[in-house]
């Protein structure tokens, strides 16, 4: 009893660790842009497909198909950032909504089109399972944990530190200031949003072994767990994040186990739902940002 | 044919020098009717069955209009509420098999009735986290129609949902085959549009408005905002679950998959692409965005895509969709420059 307790919460840990990578950079974005991206979680589909079309047709290991995942997502990333994300600078948020909606079926369907919308089989990455204090675990799994942590580390550092994690605060709080003293806010918005994109395409790569299926609609059910998050967590708050992915994915983990598995997809929007009743700012947040 | 909203707020441009053409405004009207009446006889029955589709949607977009476009409130709720209303329906004509125009009442008062309990905690909210919210009912929805198996029957679905037949006392009549149907279709619409049209112009239709464009003010001349706030988004429920109910009557099935984004957002295609806070833009948005697509047998992948482009050339381009088109064709059949 206990141990299933265990396991399961331990589950939640690395199914949260995969949220958490997608919904940083979603959260990030929002910090600059101050538009939710509905588009994120097809970010996370590029990446995957990325590396299941560089092992299925060039036939490349499963590092290479990581990289090549992570570059074909940036690409496009770029493509959109340029010619959209960028023109989203102060627009009101609806306009954010929209336009994001938007670049999600754009996105999605341009897959399902050309690579069919049934599902592929991911063969590649570590699943041999492993023993750690007692409990086991695929690599994979250890492998998303430690990339996860490696991850909130670099991203801690970086928007401490950095120059350009400085002035994608700077942003975040005030654009016009921005501009006055010289920080080129179109490109901080744009690599705000590669960087993004590219941690959502990491985070499929590495999630992809262990959901085994590909296809076209997975992105827009990431998209639809990491919304509660990102909320949750505080718009723009990267710490807060962390914390509520975790949260969400020990919940889910719980709830698919004691409850039923069918239920899982809505702990996020039940729990979301009933956080903004009782906190509406987000639970880590001490005031009402937007 | 109504009139928009700025049209008719705009007085006419001063009189120029040039002579006047003549108004032309209601033959036009008379011609577009007659069109929509004898439309049967006129096309073949895909191109009917492709306008029925859009008259279906024409409802929950009336719906999303009020919200939209006259209360400033984006939403993503749409398509739980007309899955409501199509279950509603489904679940009556199958179990009770009662007449089609109770089901249509029960299915709007249903999704009225959830959505009261369902906006007062949303409508707490601001911009963003009320979009979430309006697209967590979504998602829930679905869950409950694919979970609740001893009513919905889960993924399978209600089928063989009745034909709509209307009983008066002794006699009966049902509708069969697409003609009549869109003629019932068509009846509906027209006085869903009728309906917007009077909340429009009545004064809570002003008050609507005040609240889109500063509800602050709104509130501080004395709008009481948040009561209209709910009742609007009631009763954008209530249109929503109407147009399901047709739906589910129309298509004889009824599956989890209503609740799905994708209606939502084709709600929000043609409120924003034909004009959001117009009346005859959001008509002409339905039958454009839904009619021409099904008419075409565009493959849902492609229409999709499209619905990408339209979405970020609406957002960035033409803000106000085709409204500023449609108002300046129609001052040109009234005759004004």
Request: proline share 4%; glycine share 12%.
């Given at each position: 009893m206990f141990s299933t307790l265990a396991e399961q919460i331990i589950n939640g840990i690395v199914t949260g660790s995969v949220y958490a990578i997608v919904a940083v950079g979603m959260t990030m974005i929002f910090g600059v842009l101050r538009a939710i991206n509905f588009a994120h979680g097809e970010y996370y589909m590029l990446g995957t497909f990325g590396a299941w079309f560089a092992i299925d047709y060039l036939e490349l290991s499963y590092e290479a198909s990581i990289v090549v995942g992570i570059l074909a997502t940036i690409v496009i990333a770029y493509v959109v950032g340029r010619l959209v994300m960028q023109r989203m600078?102060?627009?009101?948020a609806e306009a954010g909504v929209l336009a994001t909606l938007g670049i999600a079926l754009i996105l999605q369907n341009t897959v399902i089109l050309v690579f069919g919308g049934g599902y592929k089989f991911f063969s590649g990455g570590y699943i041999e399972p492993v023993s750690v204090l007692g409990f086991t675990l695929a690599q994979q799994r250890m492998l998303i944990l430690v990339v996860c942590l490696l991850v909130f580390i670099g991203l801690e550092l970086m928007v401490t530190y950095s120059r350009m994690g400085k002035s994608m605060r700077a942003v975040s709080q005030n654009i016009e200031c921005c501009e006055v003293v010289g920080i080129d806010v179109p490109q901080v918005v744009l690599r705000t949003f590669i960087l993004g994109a590219a941690l959502a395409a990491l985070s499929g790569v590495l999630t992809a072994p262990v959901n085994v299926n590909v296809y076209g609609g997975m992105g827009e059910l990431i998209t639809f767990k990491t919304l509660p998050i990102i909320i949750m967590g505080g718009l723009g708050n990267v710490r807060g994040t962390f914390f509520a992915a975790m949260l969400l994915g020990i919940a889910e983990s719980l709830v698919a186990t004691y409850i039923g598995l069918q239920f899982r997809d809505t702990v996020g929007f039940v729990t979301l739902i009933l956080t903004l009743m009782w906190r509406p700012y987000g639970l880590f947040s001490t005031e009402a940002r937007f | 044919m109504s009139l928009t909203q700025t049209s008719r707020e705009t007085p006419l441009a001063e009189p120029s020098l040039e002579v006047r053409r003549r108004d032309l405004r209601l033959p036009l009207g008379i011609l577009v009717a007659i069109v929509a009446l004898s439309a049967p006889f006129l096309i073949g029955s895909y191109a009917l069955h492709a306008i029925i589709i859009a008259l279906i949607f024409l409802l929950p977009a009336h719906g999303l209009n009020l919200l939209v476009g006259y209360t400033g409130l984006l939403s993503l709720a749409q398509a739980a509420f007309f899955g409501i209303g199509a279950y509603t329906a489904g679940l009556l004509a199958v179990h009770y098999g009662t007449p089609f125009y109770v089901n249509l009442v029960a299915a709007g008062l249903m999704a009225g009735l959830i959505a009261l309990p369902l906006g007062i905690p949303a409508l707490r909210l601001r911009a963003t986290s009320f979009v979430m919210c309006t697209l967590g009912f979504v998602i829930i929805g679905q869950a409950i129609a694919k979970n609740w198996i001893s009513v919905t029957r889960g993924d399978m679905g209600l089928s063989s949902i009745p034909k709509p037949f209307f009983a008066l006392g002794p006699a009966s009549f049902t509708v069969s085959g697409t003609t009549g149907f869109y003629y019932l279709t068509l009846a509906v619409a027209v006085l869903a549009t009728l309906a917007v049209w009077a909340i429009v112009r009545s004064p809570a239709g002003r008050n609507m408005i005040a609240i889109r464009e500063n509800e602050t003010l709104a509130e501080s001349v004395g709008v009481p905002t948040w009561r209209y706030k709910l009742i609007v988004f009631m009763l954008s429920a209530v249109f929503a679950g109407v147009g399901g109910s047709i739906y589910a009557h129309y298509l004889t099935v009824v599956s989890p998959l209503t609740f799905q984004m994708y209606y939502s957002t084709t709600m929000l295609i043609i409120v924003l692409g034909g004009g959001a806070g117009t009346i005859s833009g959001v008509v002409f948005g339905s039958l454009l965005f839904v009619g021409l697509s099904e008419a075409l047998r565009v493959a849902p992948e492609l229409r999709m895509i499209a619905y990408g482009f339209c979405l970020l050339i609406l957002v960035f381009w033409f803000k106000k969709g085709f409204a500023p088109l449609l108002n300046r064709f129609w001052s040109f059949v009234g005759g004004v420059k």
């Amino acid at each position: 009893m206990f141990s299933t307790l265990a396991e399961q919460i331990i589950n939640g840990i690395v199914t949260g660790s995969v949220y958490a990578i997608v919904a940083v950079g979603m959260t990030m974005i929002f910090g600059v842009l101050r538009a939710i991206n509905f588009a994120h979680g097809e970010y996370y589909m590029l990446g995957t497909f990325g590396a299941w079309f560089a092992i299925d047709y060039l036939e490349l290991s499963y590092e290479a198909s990581i990289v090549v995942g992570i570059l074909a997502t940036i690409v496009i990333a770029y493509v959109v950032g340029r010619l959209v994300m960028q023109r989203m600078v102060g627009a009101p948020a609806e306009a954010g909504v929209l336009a994001t909606l938007g670049i999600a079926l754009i996105l999605q369907n341009t897959v399902i089109l050309v690579f069919g919308g049934g599902y592929k089989f991911f063969s590649g990455g570590y699943i041999e399972p492993v023993s750690v204090l007692g409990f086991t675990l695929a690599q994979q799994r250890m492998l998303i944990l430690v990339v996860c942590l490696l991850v909130f580390i670099g991203l801690e550092l970086m928007v401490t530190y950095s120059r350009m994690g400085k002035s994608m605060r700077a942003v975040s709080q005030n654009i016009e200031c921005c501009e006055v003293v010289g920080i080129d806010v179109p490109q901080v918005v744009l690599r705000t949003f590669i960087l993004g994109a590219a941690l959502a395409a990491l985070s499929g790569v590495l999630t992809a072994p262990v959901n085994v299926n590909v296809y076209g609609g997975m992105g827009e059910l990431i998209t639809f767990k990491t919304l509660p998050i990102i909320i949750m967590g505080g718009l723009g708050n990267v710490r807060g994040t962390f914390f509520a992915a975790m949260l969400l994915g020990i919940a889910e983990s719980l709830v698919a186990t004691y409850i039923g598995l069918q239920f899982r997809d809505t702990v996020g929007f039940v729990t979301l739902i009933l956080t903004l009743m009782w906190r509406p700012y987000g639970l880590f947040s001490t005031e009402a940002r937007f | 044919m109504s009139l928009t909203q700025t049209s008719r707020e705009t007085p006419l441009a001063e009189p120029s020098l040039e002579v006047r053409r003549r108004d032309l405004r209601l033959p036009l009207g008379i011609l577009v009717a007659i069109v929509a009446l004898s439309a049967p006889f006129l096309i073949g029955s895909y191109a009917l069955h492709a306008i029925i589709i859009a008259l279906i949607f024409l409802l929950p977009a009336h719906g999303l209009n009020l919200l939209v476009g006259y209360t400033g409130l984006l939403s993503l709720a749409q398509a739980a509420f007309f899955g409501i209303g199509a279950y509603t329906a489904g679940l009556l004509a199958v179990h009770y098999g009662t007449p089609f125009y109770v089901n249509l009442v029960a299915a709007g008062l249903m999704a009225g009735l959830i959505a009261l309990p369902l906006g007062i905690p949303a409508l707490r909210l601001r911009a963003t986290s009320f979009v979430m919210c309006t697209l967590g009912f979504v998602i829930i929805g679905q869950a409950i129609a694919k979970n609740w198996i001893s009513v919905t029957r889960g993924d399978m679905g209600l089928s063989s949902i009745p034909k709509p037949f209307f009983a008066l006392g002794p006699a009966s009549f049902t509708v069969s085959g697409t003609t009549g149907f869109y003629y019932l279709t068509l009846a509906v619409a027209v006085l869903a549009t009728l309906a917007v049209w009077a909340i429009v112009r009545s004064p809570a239709g002003r008050n609507m408005i005040a609240i889109r464009e500063n509800e602050t003010l709104a509130e501080s001349v004395g709008v009481p905002t948040w009561r209209y706030k709910l009742i609007v988004f009631m009763l954008s429920a209530v249109f929503a679950g109407v147009g399901g109910s047709i739906y589910a009557h129309y298509l004889t099935v009824v599956s989890p998959l209503t609740f799905q984004m994708y209606y939502s957002t084709t709600m929000l295609i043609i409120v924003l692409g034909g004009g959001a806070g117009t009346i005859s833009g959001v008509v002409f948005g339905s039958l454009l965005f839904v009619g021409l697509s099904e008419a075409l047998r565009v493959a849902p992948e492609l229409r999709m895509i499209a619905y990408g482009f339209c979405l970020l050339i609406l957002v960035f381009w033409f803000k106000k969709g085709f409204a500023p088109l449609l108002n300046r064709f129609w001052s040109f059949v009234g005759g004004v420059k």
